[in-house]
């Protein structure tokens, strides 16, 4: 299919070479192909997005990024040079690459002005932050944004109309100490990563954000970090029991994805669990991505070009829903017919 929106893409800034180069180490099986990959934001990823049918990507810094930075000031300032390298790189292909804004999540004000100042300033498409914010005198703490204090962040998201990309880091501090430090291999894409966004999501759901801000548009990725494989028993719990004992929400689970989260394909490449997320969630808040550069455009494009859909599910998925919700305007093969 010509013409897809991808928008689970990371870069990293060429300065902090070594920390990508950790960061593949962990996750990269060619650690140099990798770095090289995330550290170029146009001519690479336009050349793999040309042979694969990809119209339009938005970029976002990679994790753990300026989430794993306790020092508020330290963390505001390398977001604003990242928002401002990002913005200068995809200027040059308007019809090809968009960006979400890098937060520092500290402090809801501050994160709430930035987001204005790179949406309003550089047309970026909304934010991606990866999970809870480091914080504390030895980054022990972690900040939570499914709270009222942050409710001012979250009007600013609804008032500027940009949806928010929950995205996964890696556990960290006596966290990490406690569940993985004995079980190094579950770090990442086969546990911690889907554990972590699914706490922090059903946290805001549970916690009134969305009922405070109806309007509040979440992506996650990984179709869904395992949510709707347990949409039954989320529901089942909720409804007949919590509720009773106090739980306050006013929606079901379903309603608030129905009306309020998005999920995409990044990284997770599979048939059976996308036709599972069809009959759970529904083609209007699905997405395709890549994950790129911890996955490959071959793989993503390959898969859903040839995945059996209907023709009106594959052009929603592809690119219709993500047009829409980022109200993309032309880019490279937008209207291309879908057979
Ligand atoms: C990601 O950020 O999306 C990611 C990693 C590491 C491994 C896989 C992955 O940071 O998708």
Not at 25 to 44: C, S
Not at 169 to 198: C, H, I
Not at 206 to 216: C, E, M, Q, S, Y
Request: with cysteine.
């Amino acid at each position: 299919m010509l013409g897809k929106v991808i928008l689970e893409e990371a870069f990293a800034l060429p300065r902090l070479e070594e920390k990508t180069r950790w960061w593949a180490g962990m996750f990269a099986v060619d650690p140099e192909t990798h770095v090289r990959e995330m550290q170029d934001l146009t001519d690479i990823r336009i050349q793999h997005a040309d042979k694969h049918g990809v119209g339009y990507q938005i970029l976002s810094y990679t994790a753990p990024g300026v989430q794993d930075i306790w020092d508020p000031k330290a963390a505001q300032e390398l977001a604003v040079e990242i928002n401002n390298f990002a913005a200068e790189k995809v200027k040059e292909h308007p019809d090809r690459l968009g960006a979400f804004a890098t937060l520092s999540m500290h402090n809801p004000k501050e994160a709430a002005a930035e987001l204005r100042r790179t949406v309003t300033r550089f047309g970026f498409k909304g934010a991606l932050v990866n999970d809870t914010q480091r914080a504390g005198s030895d980054g022990d703490d972690m900040i939570f944004y499914d709270n009222k204090e942050w409710d001012v962040f979250w009007q600013t998201c609804t008032e500027l109309d940009v949806p928010l990309y929950l995205h996964p880091r890696n556990p960290t501090g006596t966290m990490y100490e406690k569940l993985w430090e004995d079980r190094p291999w579950l770090v990442g894409p086969p546990l911690s990563f889907a554990q972590g966004v699914s706490l922090h999501l059903l946290g805001m759901v549970t916690n009134g954000t969305f009922d405070r801000n109806p309007k509040l548009q979440i992506v996650i990725g990984h179709l869904g970090e395992h949510i709707p494989f347990d949409m039954w028993r989320i529901n089942h719990w909720f409804e007949d029991r919590k509720k009773l004992l106090g739980l306050d929400c006013k929606k079901t689970i379903r309603e608030y994805f129905n009306e309020n989260i998005w999920i995409t394909t990044s990284g997770h490449f599979s048939t059976t669990t996308l036709n599972f997320c069809l009959a759970e969630v529904s083609s209007d808040r699905i997405l395709f991505s890549v994950d790129y550069s911890f996955e490959h455009f071959d793989d993503a494009c390959t898969w859903f070009d040839n995945t059996e859909l209907n023709t009106r599910d594959r052009m929603k998925i592809g690119r219709e829903n993500a047009k829409k919700l980022f109200k993309l305007g032309e880019y490279k093969d937008c209207n291309a017919k879908v057979i």
